[in-house]
């Protein structure tokens, strides 16, 4: 093992290695994302450095006082089996230790995570479809930046272990997203938003308060994509539903990982969760 081998917080311009590493794994990132992950906790993204090249990423954003959420765990193909990754993922995990730690792991990497305590909560499945989908609902559908920030916060809260309102106001208002709410009787009944990635779009999250709630906001957010451009959509097989929709518009599967915690899956409302924000930070 070299001895100059190092471990560092990255800077901002090191998320975009972060970021291109991620579209090469085809991970298809969006265009867009890399403020928004770091503005979350910028001490929470790692590099390893051999002679000054990056060979190795991760993620450990905090999330309040108790949660945490791995990610970007990458190393170069010609470094791996080196020891590298290791030394990499012990300093993210050492980072939020005494935290539920939560990941979506490639589905043949779940024993190496069950070796750091990790276990299976269910499977994440993305699926793909096109966009230009018409609208057939009639919920009271309005652009969330219509709405006080507090409202969307409030709604976000009870879907997610802790606190993300950092996160999530980077989120919905990030360049080319289009970020849509749902009203039912005067309240916020549900949300989403859609993204410019490396290859067509990407729904997340999708929230809502049932079914046809979710289908209109899942139109909406699809009609707004340019005819026949791909629209991916990640969905936790916990929610039958949500699975039925995406099929039901004869989207297909097309990859899948697994959802796993250190210390058990969180206690949150998973029939409301139709889509899942992101896989790098949960």
């Avoid at 919920?139 to 272990?161: A, C, H, K, W």
Wanted: hydrophobic letters at 35%.
């Amino acid at each position: 093992m070299s001895v100059n081998y190092i471990i560092r917080e990255m800077t901002r311009d090191d998320i975009d290695i972060a970021i291109e590493w991620a579209a090469t794994e085809g991970w298809n990132p969006g265009l867009h994302d890399a403020d928004s992950f770091y503005g979350t906790d910028p001490k929470g993204f790692l590099i390893g450095e051999l002679n000054n090249e990056p060979i190795a990423t991760i993620s450990a954003v905090k999330y309040g006082d108790t949660f945490g959420f791995i990610g970007f765990y990458i190393v170069k193909p010609e470094y791996r089996d080196k020891g590298y990754g290791i030394q990499i993922w012990n300093a993210a995990m050492e980072y939020l230790k005494g935290r539920n730690i939560g990941l979506d792991g490639v589905v043949d990497q779940q024993e190496n995570y069950k070796k750091s305590g990790f276990k299976l909560a269910y499977r994440n499945i993305r699926y793909e479809g096109v966009g230009d989908k018409q609208p057939t609902c009639d919920f009271d559908t309005v652009n969330l930046s219509s709405l006080p920030f507090e409202m969307i916060d409030s709604y976000d809260r009870l879907l997610f272990p802790a606190n993300r309102s950092k996160f999530i106001k980077l989120w919905i208002n990030q360049s080319g997203c289009n970020a849509l709410g749902i009203m039912h009787e005067g309240k916020l009944a549900g949300y989403g938003v859609i993204r410019m990635c490396r290859t067509g779009y990407k729904i997340g999250p999708l929230f809502a308060n049932g079914s046809e709630l979710a289908e209109s906001l899942f139109l909406k957010l699809s009609a707004s994509v340019p005819s026949l451009e791909p629209v991916y959509f990640d969905v936790p097989e916990t929610n039958q539903e949500a699975l039925a929709m995406a099929e039901r518009y004869n989207m297909k599967v097309v990859f899948e990982t697994a959802r796993m915690y250190t210390a058990g899956n969180p206690d949150v409302p998973k029939e409301k969760i139709y889509g899942v924000t992101s896989f790098e930070l949960g």
